[in-house]
C-alpha cells in the first residue's frame, strides 16, 4: 500500500518562493509518473505538474514557468519548487502518482500565500 508524506508548506508572502517535499513510500515510485496536486474548499483537485519516469516534465499553465517539478529515485521523493508565489496559489498541496493512486493520497501540505 503506498503511503506518501507531503512536507514543506506554510504561510508565504506574494511572490516569495517555497519548496515542498514528498517521501514515497512506494516501492514502483521509480517506474511510474508522478504528479503534485493541490485543492481549494469548494474546488476539485487539480494537477499542477507531473514528470516522468525519464524526466519528462509537464505544467498546468497556471503555474508554467514558476513551479518546477523533480524527482530523485533512489530516495523516492518527488519535489516540487515553487516561485512567484500568488494569494491564487493558496492551495493544499499532494502528491500522489499519474493517474493518482486511490489509497495513495496523503494529508497533503497546506501553503497560504498572503501579505
Given at each position: 500500500?503506498?503511503?506518501?508524506?507531503?512536507?514543506?508548506?506554510?504561510?508565504?508572502?506574494?511572490?516569495?518562493?517555497?519548496?515542498?517535499?514528498?517521501?514515497?513510500s512506494l516501492?514502483?515510485?521509480p517506474y511510474?509518473?508522478?504528479?503534485?496536486?493541490?485543492?481549494?474548499?469548494?474546488?476539485?483537485?487539480?494537477?499542477?505538474?507531473?514528470?516522468?519516469?525519464?524526466?519528462?516534465?509537464?505544467?498546468?499553465?497556471?503555474?508554467?514557468?514558476?513551479?518546477?517539478?523533480?524527482?530523485?529515485?533512489?530516495?523516492?521523493?518527488?519535489?516540487?519548487?515553487?516561485?512567484?508565489?500568488?494569494?491564487?496559489?493558496?492551495?493544499?498541496?499532494?502528491?500522489?502518482?499519474?493517474?493518482?493512486?486511490?489509497?495513495?493520497?496523503?494529508?497533503?501540505?497546506?501553503?497560504?500565500?498572503?501579505?
Amino acid at each position: 500500500q503506498a503511503r506518501l508524506a507531503e512536507s514543506g508548506g506554510g504561510l508565504v508572502h506574494p511572490g516569495g518562493s517555497r519548496r515542498l517535499s514528498c517521501a514515497a513510500s512506494l516501492s514502483i515510485f521509480p517506474y511510474v509518473d508522478m504528479g503534485w496536486y493541490r485543492q481549494t474548499p469548494g474546488k476539485e483537485r487539480e494537477m499542477v505538474a507531473r514528470v516522468g519516469t525519464a524526466g519528462s516534465v509537464h505544467y498546468a499553465d497556471a503555474v508554467k514557468g514558476r513551479f518546477t517539478i523533480s524527482r530523485d529515485n533512489a530516495k523516492a521523493t518527488l519535489y516540487l519548487q515553487m516561485t512567484s508565489l500568488q494569494p491564487e496559489d493558496t492551495a493544499v498541496y499532494y502528491c500522489n502518482k499519474v493517474p493518482p493512486l486511490a489509497s495513495g493520497w496523503g494529508p497533503g501540505t497546506p501553503v497560504t500565500v498572503s501579505s
